[in-house]
C-alpha cells in the first residue's frame, strides 16, 4: 500500500495463498487375494459387465484383515471379503485477494473502494473409494464502496453501497471419469457402495445487494446513531435430486 497522491489518494494491496496436500487412511470391505481369484473364475473379464464394474471401482483394493464369507448363491462358493486399508487427499488451495483505494476530495468528503475476491477448494466432500471422491469449491466476492460526508462537528453521514456474491458448489469431480454417469450402486453385507454419493451435485448461489445510510449526531454529552440498513438477496439452489439414480440391492 501507499499514497498515489499526497493526503489525497492511497491504494493498498493484498494476496494470500494457503495450500494443504496430505492423506489420511480409511478402510473398506473388499474381496481377499482369494477372493478375487474366485470371482476372477467365476466372471472372466467381460462376461458380467456389473462384475467388471465392481472390479474397476476397487481398482486393486485387497482385503487383508478381519476376513467374512459373503454367500453368492446358485451353488457358486462363498467369496472371501475382508477390511482393506487405503489412503485419500486431504487438499486445501485458499486463494485470497483484496484492494482497496481511499480518496478525500476535502476534508468533509471522502470515499474509499475496496474488492475482495476469495476462491477455495477442498476435499473430498465424502469420503468413498478412491474413484469416487470429490471436492467442494468455495467462491466469496465483494465489491464496497463508502462515502463518508461531514456536516459539522457535530454531524455526519456515511453511505455505504455492496455487492456480494457467495457460491458453494459440489461438483461431480471425482478423478475416474466413468464414475461421472453410472448410478450409486448400494450393496450392503460390508460390499462398499459403487459410485459417487447420491446428494452430488449440489450448490448454491447467492447474491446480495446492500445500501446502508447512517448518521451520527453528538449533543453535548451524548451521541445518537440513526440509519437505514437494506438487503437485497438473489440466489439459486441446486438440491440434491439423485440425478444418477441408486440402485440398492
Request: avoid cysteine; glycine fraction near 10%; charge should be positive.
Amino acid at each position: 500500500g501507499g499514497p498515489v497522491k499526497k493526503n489525497k489518494t492511497f491504494f493498498f494491496a493484498g494476496y494470500h495463498q494457503q495450500r494443504q496436500a496430505s492423506t489420511s487412511a480409511t478402510s473398506f470391505g473388499a474381496p481377499s487375494s482369494a477372493g478375487w481369484s474366485a470371482l476372477d473364475g467365476l466372471f472372466p473379464s467381460g462376461r458380467n459387465e456389473r462384475y467388471d464394474l465392481f472390479k474397476k471401482s476397487l481398482a486393486g483394493l485387497t482385503a487383508t484383515s478381519q476376513f467374512f464369507p459373503v454367500t453368492m448363491g446358485d451353488n457358486r462358493p462363498n467369496i472371501e471379503f475382508g477390511t482393506a486399508g487405503t489412503t485419500f487427499p486431504l487438499t486445501l488451495t485458499d486463494k485470497q485477494l483484496i484492494t482497496r483505494g481511499d480518496h478525500s476530495f476535502s476534508g468533509k468528503d471522502t470515499l474509499m473502494l475496496r474488492f475482495i475476491d476469495q476462491r477455495q477448494s477442498n476435499g473430498p466432500a465424502q469420503n468413498n473409494l478412491p474413484a469416487f471422491i470429490t471436492t467442494q469449491q468455495i467462491v466469496n466476492k465483494n465489491a464496497q464502496i463508502n462515502e463518508t460526508h461531514i456536516f459539522s462537528p457535530y454531524f455526519t453521514n456515511e453511505l455505504r453501497t455492496s455487492y456480494a456474491r457467495i457460491i458453494f458448489d459440489f461438483p461431480l469431480d471425482a478423478p475416474a471419469e466413468f464414475a461421472k454417469s453410472i448410478p450409486t450402486y448400494t450393496l450392503g453385507g460390508g460390499v462398499p457402495n459403487i459410485g459417487i454419493g447420491t446428494v452430488f451435485p449440489q450448490g448454491r448461489l447467492a447474491n446480495n445487494y446492500t445500501l446502508q445510510d447512517s448518521i451520527s449526531w453528538i449533543k453535548g454529552r451524548h451521541t445518537i446513531r440513526s440509519g437505514v440498513d437494506l438487503v437485497a438477496q438473489r440466489a439459486k439452489d441446486l438440491a440434491p435430486a439423485r440425478e444418477r439414480g441408486e440402485l440398492a440391492y
